[in-house]
């Protein structure tokens, strides 16, 4: 289904209350590509997530 929408689509995997772990994210050179960045970035945040 994500690959033949539209328009960008997140697909999250596992349970929805997770609070921490790492956040994955992958982008194109959309215009979306910033907002998709900007939320996964949000998301890092709030799990406390850093790079390794």
Known sequence: MATHAPCPVV???GR????????A?????SPA???V???AFEAAAGR????P
């Open 11 to 13: 697909v999250v995997r």
């Open 16 to 23: 929805g209350n997770v609070v921490d772990g790492p956040v």
């Open 25 to 29: 994210v992958g982008v194109d050179d």
């Open 33 to 35: 590509a910033d907002t």
């Open 37 to 39: 960045l900007a939320t």
């Open 48 to 51: 406390n997530a850093h790079s």
